[in-house]
């Protein structure tokens, strides 16, 4: 009977991997503490965040708390797992999986922090220009170049500590890259297209383009093709590298837009209603606080009218508002030149007869 209570006793105190039952609870409770203690600090966290996620606060604190907020499980877990596992001795092959393991999830949350880092600050420079617009159409862009870039190099440091020769694998990544890139060329042009696009802002979303022969506002800028919405309804959709080998003017970018308009008035008008036209035209386009009077003269003597050009420019120029205001300073013409008595003359031909 004695011996096999000690047979027993011995066996427990060895029960799993060569650690007794008291040090497989101890770990347990040192796991459970930490990963309770850690979310217990995440739910404050995440309950004050509103608060320091103001522009009152410096960028450094609403970034990291920004960061916590976003702080998963599995992290928590990683770190319970190690603390625990501190007084327990494995065997080195179980050793080198379980660190390997909480490295792994370690590195998972390190990739998920630096995305919602660079996320975090695209996101601030858009609100930090405002109305510009600079970002809407290059966020997706640059967030995604370097979401790839940041998990290549965590991937390949998961490697390495995997005991994988990452040299071996990098030169035949190389290798494999040019048969890859000869392959896909097209597509990995469009991707450098989207990214000249990017840093370089010929256009952003909401500009209006004309691009070849389409015309129309720009909807999307993405990875392989940038997107355009005609005035007709239909979607315009041409690849990016089509885009940057062509010749785009941008109607977006425009301050203002001029309107030339050429009048002609009858040779029978007096010489003081003449005179007295340009002063006419110069104030009914005055009158409208969204145009700028440019120049208004009596240009040529026609064979059949007296044709005055009339030189303005609108402040709004979009489509819409310019139609609008050239309507509305047109009206205003044919009322003063029928208050005045001042005729507009149309093209005519004199035929004289010989008898």
Known sequence: MADFLTHTLGVSERIFYGNSLADWLIAGVVAVTVWSG???????????????????????????????????????????????????????????????????????QVGLWAGRSVRFYLELKEMERGADRV????LDIINFVARVLIWSLLILLALDN?????????????????????????????????????????????????????TGAVEHIGIKTTRLRSESGE????????????????????????VLTTLRVTYATSAEKLRGIPKLLEDIVRAEPNARFD?????????????????????????????????????????????????????????VLDS
């Open 295 to 351: 120049r208004c003269h009596l240009k040529t003597l026609g064979e059949s009218s007296l044709l005055f050009e009339l030189s303005y420019f609108v402040q709004q120029p979009k489509l819409n508002p310019l139609m609008d205001l050239q309507q509305i300073v047109n009206f205003r013409i044919i009322e003063e030149f029928h208050r005045l008595d001042i005729e507009f003359a149309y093209p005519t031909q004199r035929l």
């Open 235 to 258: 979607q315009i959709i041409l690849s990016n590298a089509d885009v940057l080998k062509s010749r785009v003017r941008n109607f977006g970018r425009m301050p203002e837009q001029r």
């Open 135 to 138: 970002f809407a159409g290059s």
């Open 38 to 108: 850690l979310t217990l600090v995440r739910r404050v966290i995440s309950s004050r965040y509103r608060k320091y996620s103001t522009a009152h606060h410096s960028t450094p604190v609403r970034l990291i708390f920004y960061l916590l907020g976003y702080t998963k499980q599995f992290l928590f877990l990683a770190i319970a797992l190690d603390a625990g596992q501190e007084n327990l001795s494995f065997p080195p092959k179980l050793q080198h999986i379980i660190s390997n393991s909480v490295l792994t999830l370690i590195l998972l």
């Open 162 to 214: 995997f005991g994988v020769n990452i040299t071996a694998l990098l030169a035949g990544l190389g290798v494999g890259g040019v048969a890859v890139a000869l392959a896909l060329q097209n597509v990995l042009g469009d991707l450098f297209a989207s990214l000249s696009i990017a840093l370089d802002k010929p256009f952003v979303v909401g500009d209006t383009l004309n691009i070849d022969t389409f």
